[in-house]
Structure formats: structure tokens, C-alpha cells
């Protein structure tokens, strides 16, 4: 099955209580797939300037991640800087570049034109529309990401992707914000007449909840010790949710439920470490070992 994502390829710099880095890979399409490429191959719509040198390129290597869709753009790459406060529960961005982003047109690779699953990351709407209505064949599974400013900002473009969107992966403040329902159930009401049958709010430390027109799962957020750097949890969710879905090639109750468990695992592992570096390292029998606990952890008796 071949997963799509178009989305940001970026250079981050994170500030949180364990430390500071001044440039490194980010970006929601660069978590995505390094997180999505444990499960099936991804191809990857961004661009990037000429400072991201081949050093950068080589993170991705040895992965089934194609970077045939990257293009390369003169000027600098998308850059964003932010800072965590003392728990890491609020992040404050200070700087967003858009840079080679703000004049993007994304083009798919003839060889992307067949792609049965698609994420359009947290980017302009119309961009992400763009993408869908360039690939040959509907979709199987769409998943859209997005966030306050696009809400604000492009609302009737926002309306229009979803239409063609089965999956909605947002957050809370989101989730209220698009459809001005407090209630999340409700919301999810709203949600669905917009298009997507499944809509997954992402709550950080607090889990995750999927809420579909047949069904709710709410998977918690792994505990851990220590959180090094929260930045990409929700991409890297997004990544081994859509993942494994794609590589099932079905929305079935089970794999659904079984999405959401991959995605937390990944998003857990994300926030080891600084920016991708954990991803990249990951194996597979950590990732299984992983999902065990999450059985563990969540399963028991009645009486
Ligand atoms: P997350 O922590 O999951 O919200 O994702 C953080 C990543 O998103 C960082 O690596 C940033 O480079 C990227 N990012 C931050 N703001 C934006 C934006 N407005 N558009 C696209 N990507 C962004």
C-alpha cells in the first residue's frame, strides 16, 4: 500500500527544561513518515531550500521513505523555533519562516499518481486540496491535519479538503474551534457532516480519542519517566496511525483501534529524545514491545 504525505519538511529550534538545539530537522511531513515508515513505505510532497544539504537528506536513508516529491527551491528552508515551559505542558512558537514554503506548488512525481492513502499535514488547506485532486484515483484513506490559523484563516478552503476527508486527526482546542461546539461528542456531530466519519482529537499527555459514527476508543499517552521534547508527538502519531493503517489498505473497527495504538506508541517514543532522533533509531521489536504494554496497561476483568 503507498501512503502520501505532503506537509512541512523544516529546521527546527527547541527550547525545553533538558536543553536547547539551535537547528535540526523538523517539520510535521518529516516526523510523519519516518514515523509512518515502520509500517509501509511513504512518499513524501514538500520543499526545501539549498541549506538543506545532503546531511539532512541522509536521515532519511536507509528508510522506504521516497523523496522524489522534495523539491528543491532557492532561498532557505521552512523554519520554525519554539520554547516549553517548565512541564512541557504549553509551548510558545517564536519564530515561523514559511521561506521556500510560502510560494509552493506542490507537483506529484508520475510514480505518486496511484497513492491509495494520503495525510495531508498541517499545511494551507488549498495546497492539500491540490494534492488530492492531482492523484489519479480516489483515495482509499485520507487523513487531514490541521490547526488554529488555517481554521481562522482559510475556513471556506479548509471546508472544501474535508469533504474529501475520511479521517480527522486534530486536538481538542481544534476541535471546538471548527465547529464552535464545546462538547466533544457533539462536536464530532459537526464533524461528520463536514466529511470525515472518524475524527481522532489528540490530547497530549492526556491520550488520544477516537470518535467514529459507530463507535469511541480512547487509547491513553504511554507513561513515561521523562519527556525529553514534545515537538512532532502529534505528527509521529499521525505517522503510525496512518502507517499502519495504510498498511492494512482498510478502516475497519479493528484496525482503526489498533491505528490508535500505533499511533501513541510513536508518538511516546518521539518525545524520548530531541527532534526525529528517536524515530530514525526505532525497531520494529520495540515498537511491538510496546503495543504489549499498551494491552497491559489498558485491558482487565469485570469481576
Ligand atoms: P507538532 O509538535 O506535532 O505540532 O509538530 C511540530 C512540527 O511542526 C515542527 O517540527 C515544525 O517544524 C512544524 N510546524 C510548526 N508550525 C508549522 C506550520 N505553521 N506549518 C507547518 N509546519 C509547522
Redesign the pocket.
Known sequence: MSLLVV??V???ALETPHGKVDRT???????FALAASHFTPVRVVAVVGDDFTDEYRAIFKGRPIDLSGLERAAGKS???S?RYNANMSE?T?LV?E?NV?ANFKPILPPDYLNSSSIFL???DPSLQLSVLKQVRRKPKIVGL?T?N?WIERAPKELRETLKHTDILMINDEETRQLTGEHNLLRAAQRVFKMGPKTLVIKKGEHGALMIHDKFLFSVPAFPLEEVFD?????????GGFMGYLASTGSLSEHNLRRAMVYGSVLGSYAVERF?VERITKLKRKEINSRARHFLNLTSFKLQ
Open positions: 506537509g512541512s523544516a529546521f527546527d530537522l523538523g517539520g510535521a511531513a518529516s516526523y521552512f523554519f520554525w519554539g509551548r512558537t515561523t514559511l514554503f499535514a498541517n499545511i491535519d490547526m490559523y514534545p515537538t512532532g508527538a502529534g505528527d509521529s502519531f499521525a527532534g
